[in-house]
């Protein structure tokens, strides 16, 4: 006879009792906040009210092909929240920890934080310099562990998740499914950020490893970018003919409301993404512009 997991079945509000409290966490991405809303009851009615944030223990998939401002993201997310005096674990897989720390520095000074603020609550696991932390889950989710338990962190950044399973993307699945688990399990916030291959749509979800990357977590924010070719193209986005407009777009967030536009994303003369106005609002506005 096959055994029951009892323990697995709960009615609604069982459930409910041991869900985490609903608010905003600051991404520290100009405009980006704003974009994520949830719902309440007033006067019999439902109402629209902003979160002020990603979900608290959300873990979120930053994907987009190379250049399109993916480490900026985590690496505002990362200042942002040790500004706040909310320490955050920075998982780094592609780049040593040194240089990290560089760019990080960078992104402090762009966003008016003093890095001796906050570089003390911005813990390091350099796997980019180890074998064992990028091929062994174990050993990195044991160390992650330790990195919580130390330091009291509240938020878990990775850079990339792809790196985790570079020339293995049958295990893609498996090695995001075990951090997606672990985070929730440690209460943490996560941003995980994810490779396209170059056979992926740039618009799309999708990342090396599959649908299935963005499938398994709570939400994607897909980050994409086109070179402007003609001078409608110049007129309606602002933006010169030969130069590089980025966009972003929220991918489905199951924790909560959120904005389905595509937006434009800036990346700032100082080094920082800036999310812009719905692309929808641009064309609409050299429409009426043209008719008149």
Same mark, same amino acid.
């Given at each position: 006879?096959?055994?029951?997991?009892?323990?697995?079945?709960?009615?609604?509000?069982?459930?409910?009792?041991?869900?985490?409290?609903?608010?905003?966490? #600051?991404?520290?991405?100009? @405009?980006?906040?704003?974009?994520?809303?949830?719902? /309440?009851?007033?006067?019999?009615?439902?109402?629209?009210?902003?979160?002020?944030?990603? #979900?608290?223990?959300?873990?979120?998939?930053?994907?987009?092909?190379? &250049?399109?401002?993916?480490?900026?993201?985590?690496?505002?997310?990362?200042?942002?929240?040790?500004?706040? @005096?909310? #320490?955050?674990?920075?998982?780094?897989?592609?780049?040593?920890?040194?240089?990290?720390?560089?760019?990080?520095?960078?992104?402090?000074?762009?966003?008016g934080i003093e890095w001796s603020e906050v570089e003390d609550s911005i813990i390091l696991i350099d796997a980019?310099?180890?074998?064992?932390?990028?091929?062994?889950?174990?050993?990195?989710?044991?160390?992650?562990?330790?990195?919580?338990?130390?330091?009291?962190?509240?938020?878990?950044?990775?850079?990339?998740?792809?790196?985790?399973?570079?020339?293995?993307?049958?295990?893609? +699945?498996?090695?995001?499914? +075990?951090?997606?688990?672990?985070?929730?399990?440690?209460?943490q916030t996560g941003i995980l950020i994810s490779q396209k291959r170059s056979s992926h749509e740039e618009g799309?979800?999708?990342?090396?490893? @599959?649908?299935?990357?963005?499938?398994?977590? &709570?939400?994607?924010?897909?980050?994409?970018?086109?070179?402007?070719?003609?001078?409608?193209? /110049?007129?309606?986005?602002?933006? #010169?003919?030969?130069?590089?407009? +980025?966009?972003?777009?929220?991918?489905?967030?199951?924790?909560?409301?959120?904005?389905? +536009?595509?937006?434009?994303?800036?990346?700032?003369?100082?080094?920082?993404?800036?999310? @812009?106005?719905?692309?929808?609002?641009?064309?609409?506005?050299?429409?009426? /512009?043209?008719?008149?």
């Open positions: 006879m096959r055994e029951v997991e009892l323990d697995a079945v709960m009615t609604a509000s069982e459930a409910y009792t041991k869900a985490p409290k609903l608010f905003g966490i #600051p991404t520290g991405v100009e @405009g980006l906040d704003d974009l994520f809303f949830t719902t /309440e009851i007033e006067d019999g009615r439902p109402k629209k009210v902003p979160l002020g944030g990603i #979900p608290h223990r959300a873990v979120i998939n930053v994907t987009g092909i190379p &250049d399109t401002g993916k480490s900026l993201f985590a690496e505002q997310f990362a200042v942002k929240q040790a500004s706040l @005096g909310y #320490p955050v674990v920075f998982i780094t897989v592609e780049s040593p920890a040194p240089f990290v720390t560089q760019g990080l520095s960078q992104r402090a000074a762009a966003m980019a310099s180890s074998v064992k932390l990028r091929e062994d889950v174990d050993a990195l989710l044991d160390t992650l562990a330790y990195a919580i338990r130390e330091y009291d962190t509240k938020s878990v950044v990775v850079d990339s998740i792809t790196g985790l399973f570079e020339a293995r993307e049958m295990l893609a +699945r498996s090695i995001v499914r +075990r951090m997606f688990n672990f985070l929730k399990k440690w209460g799309s979800a999708e990342a090396a490893g @599959g649908y299935a990357v963005s499938h398994i977590l &709570d939400g994607t924010i897909v980050l994409s970018k086109k070179v402007i070719t003609s001078l409608w193209e /110049e007129r309606t986005y602002g933006i #010169p003919v030969g130069d590089v407009m +980025r966009t972003i777009r929220i991918d489905g967030m199951r924790l909560c409301g959120h904005d389905t +536009r595509t937006h434009l994303l800036e990346i700032t003369e100082t080094g920082l993404v800036r999310v @812009g106005p719905p692309i929808s609002e641009l064309v609409k506005r050299r429409r009426e /512009e043209v008719r008149a």
